[in-house]
């Protein structure tokens, strides 16, 4: 019995959600009196490995297939099903992202488990297995009871958080028994945006809405996020207008993000923008419009023009990292 | 080629969250029901599809797992111009259940479009549990489909970008946003139509419940926002770092 997570990796590097990830397995391992195991598919060089080490994991089946680039769903729910059998792991766990939660969802009818998607934090109760996900995208909480024996969780980003606990890792090399038909996705063109920070991994994100009046005055909110090593985002008019790429549309129909702290310029606070960015920890609201819904969820705020505001924060945030 | 579009119901996305008394369910009293609003787009984006491509796409189907009430969001669908509808005559219990009651009726359509999440539970799974299910391909975060010569070519959302793939079909297309510009809106002809247009009515398969909601609760109410002037920008990003310590 074990627990399994996944690792995501890009460019032969672990993402950052893997440490959470990592951290998250091995807590829930010392929960239930077992040890924590990875899988990672793809080619990740060995000091990455090595990392999950420094977060609890003790044992990291390593698959270094370079065909799993292709990020075929169904190859690797394949995969991640044998390595939990390998493993006779009770409780896979993936992260809550575009590539988790479609993986996941294969994964989960392949071991016959129970799935709970969104999930946040440790399980409140062992058996049964009670655990907390988001709901109505972040309006409420649901606790949810898995009945089956084998379960897979995808957890909500910075949800747990990561946590340093050094133990001695063990690579293994492993061969889930994969075939060239197993791959069936043909990759045509990637386009990159290199030296962004990603927003579903974001510790900090800047948002703008529609006060912002027209994409030529984003460049204070790139500026601002630049300073700060922040993602951009927006709220939906603004990516309905083609201000900016659906990618940064945060709400209930865009993406849900959960950094420490999130800057909301001219967004009103839609109750379907609020549901998006409520798990954040800190909020910032800056708008015109005092009654403006956002001031209910904003920790922080300013009533004003965000065009005035904006070089005031960007001043400071030079002061600040200086 | 044969198009399928999974049709979840769900409360309009206005709604405010209330729940039963004991908190063990959601209150569904005075909730309008709307499709949910990826699969409206993933609809709207078979329908273009069928305009285009001439004749390549044959007929569009929409399904879903509902008991009665939730008809009336199937006939949205077919206003809005699906050929046919099937429902699944059941409660929604848990993803896998919807999923597996889909798989006894979604056989031997070329491509299947599922939204990438329903907007109540936020589940993600129904597409793809049902893709596994059917055996077949599935293509997550899809912002573009198009046919061309038999075969599927997307663009997926990946990590600090997009991604051109193609696939064989028959395949699942798990569809966000920008898959359609605008939802389209049912014309005066088109709800007329939809009266006669045939609704199957499926009786469900026996299926184990592999997770359920033991209860809810609403997020802890937030402390009053502290306000700065609006000449303090500066002093407030000092408080986030010395106060909320969060720069």
């Given at each position: 019995?074990?627990?399994?997570?996944?690792t995501?990796?890009?460019?032969?590097k672990?993402?950052?959600?893997?440490?959470?990830l990592?951290?998250?397995?091995?807590?829930?391992?010392?929960?239930?009196?077992?040890?924590?195991?990875?899988?990672?598919?793809?080619?990740?060089?060995?000091?990455e490995?090595?990392?999950?080490?420094?977060?609890?994991?003790?044992?990291?089946?390593?698959?270094?297939d370079?065909?799993?680039a292709?990020?075929?769903?169904?190859?690797?729910?394949?995969?991640?099903?044998?390595?939990?059998?390998?493993?006779?792991?009770?409780?896979?766990v993936?992260?809550?992202?575009?590539?988790?939660?479609?993986?996941?969802?294969?994964?989960?009818?392949?071991?016959?488990?129970g799935?709970?998607?969104?999930?946040?934090?440790?399980?409140?109760?062992?058996?049964?297995?009670?655990?907390?996900?988001?709901?109505?995208?972040?309006?409420?909480?649901?606790?949810?009871?898995?009945?089956?024996?084998?379960?897979v969780?995808?957890l909500?980003y910075?949800?747990?958080?990561?946590?340093?606990?050094?133990?001695?890792?063990?690579?293994?090399s492993?061969?889930?028994?994969?075939?060239?038909?197993?791959?069936?996705?043909?990759?045509?063109?990637?386009?990159?945006v290199?030296?962004?920070?990603?927003?579903?991994?974001?510790?900090?994100?800047?948002?703008?809405?529609r006060?912002?009046k027209?994409?030529?005055?984003?460049?204070?909110?790139?500026?601002?996020?630049?300073?700060?090593?922040?993602?951009?985002?927006?709220s939906?008019?603004?990516?309905?207008?083609?201000?900016r790429?659906h990618?940064?549309?945060?709400?209930?129909?865009?993406?849900?993000?959960?950094?420490?702290?999130?800057?909301?310029?001219?967004?009103?606070?839609?109750?379907?923008?609020?549901?998006?960015?409520?798990?954040?920890?800190?909020?910032?609201?800056?708008n015109?419009?005092?009654?403006?819904?956002?001031?209910?969820?904003?920790?922080?705020?300013?009533?004003?023009?965000?065009m005035?505001?904006?070089?005031?924060?960007?001043?400071?945030?030079?002061?600040?990292?200086? | 080629?044969?198009?399928?579009?999974?049709?979840?119901?769900?409360?309009?996305t206005?709604?405010?969250?209330?729940?039963?008394?004991?908190r063990?369910?959601?209150?569904?009293?005075?909730?309008q029901?709307?499709?949910?609003?990826?699969?409206?787009?993933?609809?709207?984006?078979?329908?273009?599809?069928?305009?285009t491509t001439?004749?390549?796409?044959?007929?569009?189907?929409?399904?879903?797992?509902?008991?009665?009430?939730?008809?009336?969001?199937?006939?949205?669908?077919?206003?809005?111009?699906?050929?046919?509808?099937?429902?699944?005559?059941?409660?929604?219990?848990?993803?896998?259940?919807?999923?597996?009651?889909?798989?006894?009726?979604?056989?031997?359509y070329?491509?299947?479009f599922?939204?990438?999440?329903?907007?109540?539970?936020?589940?993600?799974?129904?597409?793809?549990?049902?893709a596994?299910?059917?055996?077949?391909?599935?293509?997550?975060?899809?912002?573009?489909?198009q046919?061309?010569?038999?075969k599927?070519?997307?663009?997926?959302?990946?990590?600090?970008?997009?991604?051109?793939?193609?696939?064989?079909?028959?395949?699942?297309?798990?569809?966000?946003?920008?898959?359609?510009?605008?939802?389209?809106?049912p014309?005066?002809?088109?709800?007329?139509?939809?009266r006669?247009?045939?609704?199957e009515?499926?009786?469900?398969?026996?299926?184990?419940?592999?997770?359920?909601?033991?209860?809810?609760?609403?997020?802890?109410?937030?402390?009053?926002?502290?306000?700065?002037?609006?000449?303090?920008?500066?002093e407030?990003?000092?408080?986030?770092r010395?106060?909320?310590?969060?720069?």
């Amino acid at each position: 019995m074990s627990v399994l997570i996944y690792t995501e990796n890009q460019d032969g590097k672990f993402k950052k959600v893997s440490f959470e990830l990592a951290s998250y397995g091995a807590a829930l391992a010392k929960q239930m009196g077992t040890e924590a195991t990875a899988v990672s598919l793809g080619q990740v060089e060995e000091a990455e490995l090595q990392k999950l080490g420094t977060y609890g994991i003790s044992k990291v089946l390593n698959v270094a297939d370079q065909r799993f680039a292709l990020l075929d769903n169904q190859a690797m729910a394949k995969a991640i099903a044998a390595a939990a059998a390998k493993t006779a792991s009770k409780v896979v766990v993936l992260a809550h992202n575009n590539l988790g939660k479609a993986v996941a969802s294969r994964l989960s009818v392949k071991l016959q488990a129970g799935l709970v998607t969104a999930a946040q934090g440790l399980p409140s109760s062992l058996s049964p297995f009670k655990v907390s996900k988001v709901v109505f995208t972040g309006k409420s909480i649901g606790h949810v009871l898995i009945h089956t024996d084998m379960k897979v969780l995808t957890l909500s980003y910075n949800s747990f958080g990561v946590a340093e606990s050094p133990v001695s890792l063990v690579v293994e090399s492993f061969d889930p028994g994969m075939t060239d038909s197993d791959f069936a996705l043909t990759v045509e063109q990637t386009q990159k945006v290199t030296g962004k920070i990603l927003l579903s991994e974001a510790e900090i994100v800047v948002a703008g809405g529609r006060g912002m009046k027209g994409p030529e005055n984003w460049g204070a909110i790139e500026e601002l996020a630049e300073i700060l090593g922040a993602g951009t985002a927006c709220s939906r008019p603004v990516s309905d207008e083609g201000w900016r790429p659906h990618s940064e549309h945060v709400g209930q129909t865009g993406k849900m993000i959960a950094p420490n702290l999130y800057f909301a310029f001219g967004i009103s606070g839609a109750i379907q923008h609020l549901g998006g960015v409520s798990s954040s920890k800190v909020i910032v609201a800056v708008n015109k419009d005092p009654e403006a819904p956002i001031f209910e969820a904003a920790d922080y705020g300013i009533v004003g023009d965000a065009m005035k505001v904006l070089p005031q924060m960007i001043e400071a945030a030079k002061e600040l990292k200086a | 080629m044969k198009l399928l579009v999974l049709i979840g119901n769900v409360p309009d996305t206005t709604t405010k969250i209330k729940f039963n008394a004991d908190r063990t369910a959601f209150d569904a009293s005075g909730v309008q029901w709307i499709i949910n609003p990826w699969d409206e787009l993933a609809l709207t984006r078979a329908m273009e599809l069928k305009e285009t491509t001439g004749g390549a796409v044959e007929t569009i189907t929409v399904a879903n797992v509902g008991r009665q009430e939730t008809e009336a969001t199937l006939r949205k669908a077919l206003a809005i111009g699906a050929d046919k509808a099937i429902r699944v005559d059941a409660d929604v219990r848990d993803a896998f259940y919807v999923a597996n009651q889909l798989a006894q009726v979604c056989k031997g359509y070329d491509l299947i479009f599922a939204g990438i999440e329903a907007s109540d539970y936020n589940g993600a799974a129904v597409g793809g549990m049902l893709a596994e299910l059917l055996g077949i391909q599935s293509v997550s975060a899809v912002s573009s489909v198009q046919i061309e010569g038999g075969k599927l070519h997307l663009i997926r959302e990946i990590d600090g970008g997009s991604q051109s793939v193609s696939v064989a079909t028959p395949a699942m297309a798990i569809v966000q946003k920008g898959i359609a510009k605008e939802p389209r809106i049912p014309a005066m002809r088109g709800i007329m139509m939809a009266r006669s247009k045939p609704l199957e009515v499926v009786q469900p398969v026996d299926t184990e419940i592999r997770v359920s909601f033991e209860s809810f609760e609403l997020p802890p109410a937030k402390a009053a926002c502290k306000k700065f002037s609006e000449e303090q920008g500066k002093e407030l990003m000092h408080a986030l770092r010395e106060e909320a310590k969060v720069l």
